[in-house]
């Protein structure tokens, strides 16, 4: 009898140890086809580079460019003034088209090619996308439409000798006041700092936020104000962001005489003179050739 009753609980010792076993292994196989989707979803998502990245520098103005023919003469006025004012280099990201350029006068470039799917609704978002792709520890974002001035690498400077894990970028002259819907549907109280315009500046810190703000950006959001400038603002803005930088890209036209004209105790009427370190918003080429050519 107690043979037979050790026998009995033996079998049923190894008869549960099995079903434990085939309920451990179910668990894990599910529980290997649910992490490797996450992990398939997270890493395309995040962490895969848009481009094949080889031979960029570590520092280096960044900018887009559709094929569109003005923008095209805008973008090589730009270079030219990279070229006379800088020591960096420029990241080129065309849009759908191979862009050519002249390397003899402008040696000091990389092109790669994106497509406009990666950036989802908006060609502003490539301008994050852009940001993001060229993996840089320093960046200075710039727009076609601008010409650099002298002392333009104080921005690559500043950036090595300040950690800052956000964006930063100058103060608006004028707020649009265009993004109340925006900090609703984000849930952002209020501004932490005044709001802010491209052109951007960044180390390798703030890639996290701007992956997590280019993922908003092509799922469709702040389409409704200044797409990519509401985007960022909002979402300093939710990051409790507590630092800007002065103006130091104003608008061209405008600014080029108080440049040439400035005075040692300058009038702030109606706007405080920043930094001149950057015109832009010239739409025709023949506008920042002008600004060029009196700044040599």
């Not at 009753?5 to 179910?26: A, G």
Request: glycine share 4%; proline share 5%; net charge positive.
């Amino acid at each position: 009898m107690f043979i037979n009753q050790f026998y009995f609980e033996k079998k049923s010792f190894i008869l549960r140890l099995f079903v434990i076993c085939l309920l451990s292994l179910i668990i894990y196989k599910r529980w290997i086809i649910s992490y490797s989707s996450y992990r398939t979803y997270f890493f395309q998502e995040d962490n895969e580079p848009v481009v094949n990245r080889t031979h960029y520098p570590k520092e280096a103005f960044v900018t887009f460019t559709t094929s569109r023919v003005d923008y095209i003469d805008l973008l090589n006025v730009l270079l030219d003034s990279v070229h006379l004012f800088s020591t960096r280099s420029v990241i080129i990201f065309s849009i759908d088209f191979d862009l050519i350029i002249n390397r003899t006068r402008h040696p000091r470039v990389t092109i790669e090619r994106i497509s406009h799917k990666q950036c989802g609704p908006t060609t502003y978002a490539c301008k994050i996308l852009a940001m993001i792709s060229s993996e840089v520890n320093y960046g200075v974002q710039l727009e076609v439409d601008s010409v650099v001035s002298y002392n333009i690498d104080l921005l690559f400077d500043m950036l090595h000798v300040w950690p800052y894990d956000l964006p930063l970028g100058p103060k608006h002259p004028d707020d649009p006041g265009n993004y109340k819907f925006d900090m609703e549907d984000h849930k952002v109280r209020y501004r932490t700092i005044p709001y802010i315009h491209g052109t951007f500046v960044w180390t390798y810190r703030a890639y996290p936020f701007l992956r997590h703000l280019l993922k908003l950006m092509q799922r469709g959001a702040f389409t409704n104000a200044n797409c990519d400038e509401t985007g960022m603002n909002v979402m300093l803005w939710k990051a409790k962001a507590n630092h800007t930088l002065c103006k130091y890209d104003p608008f061209g036209l405008t600014n080029i005489e108080k440049y040439e004209q400035s005075q040692s105790a300058p009038k702030c009427s109606p706007y405080c003179d920043g930094v001149y370190l950057i015109f832009h918003g010239q739409k025709e080429s023949f506008l920042s050739q002008n600004i060029l050519e009196r700044l040599r």
